[in-house]
């Protein structure tokens, strides 16, 4: 075929892959639960966290405000009862065994990422900055992954959700 007819098809595709991302955006508005937490270690094992069956929700709004929170099923309760009363390891336990944060989103056609804007978070350090992450969405599933970076020691983090019915 000569390269003036490939063209046309060439733009075509380009504009069903164009299609595709924005369909992505659109369905990103919602609310969705979390179907997956787990981590990859730069020697190649895996571990989850929060669990095999980790609790999450994260809801994003028309205007790209969203919010999101992931727990660890079975944190151990505080044995006084009271929450500015609890143990060294039992407020350990309750910090590493949750991820909250919230801001705005929205996602980087070009570039295939979702960019996170976080307003506020459970850790401190990420407030005020910008999360920019990797997805997929693929079978209903939306998955990204945080940066060995973030981490330090070559882990990547892998959220995995679904859009709820």
């Keep these: 075929m000569r390269c003036d007819k490939m063209l046309p098809v060439l733009a075509l595709l380009a504009a069903s892959v164009g299609s595709a991302r924005a369909a992505d955006l659109a369905s990103l508005e919602g609310t969705w639960v979390m ?3 787990y981590e990859i270690h730069a020697d190649g ?3 989850t966290n929060y669990g095999e069956h980790p ?3 994260l809801t994003v709004d028309s205007a790209g405000r969203y919010n999101m929170q992931i727990f660890k099923v079975g944190r151990p309760a505080f044995a006084s009862g009271v929450k500015a009363q609890g143990t060294a390891e ?5 910090v590493l065994g949750s991820s909250t944060h919230f801001g705005t989103v929205h996602i980087d056609r070009e570039h295939h990422q979702l960019v996170f804007d976080v307003q506020a978070a459970s850790f401190p350090n990420w407030e005020g900055k910008r999360q ?3 997805y997929t969405y693929d079978g209903g599933l939306l998955s990204y992954g945080v940066p060995a970076s973030a981490s330090g ?3 990547v983090a892998y959220s995995v959700w679904r859009k709820a019915s």
Excluded: F, I, K, W
Aim: charged share 35%; aromatic share 4%; glycine share 10%.
């Design 153 to 155: 020691d070559g882990t």
């Design 55 to 57: 609790l999450g929700l």
């Design 45 to 47: 094992s895996r571990t």
């Design 35 to 37: 179907d997956a937490a």
């Design 90 to 94: 039992e407020y350990r336990q309750a």
């Design 132 to 134: 920019v992450r990797d």
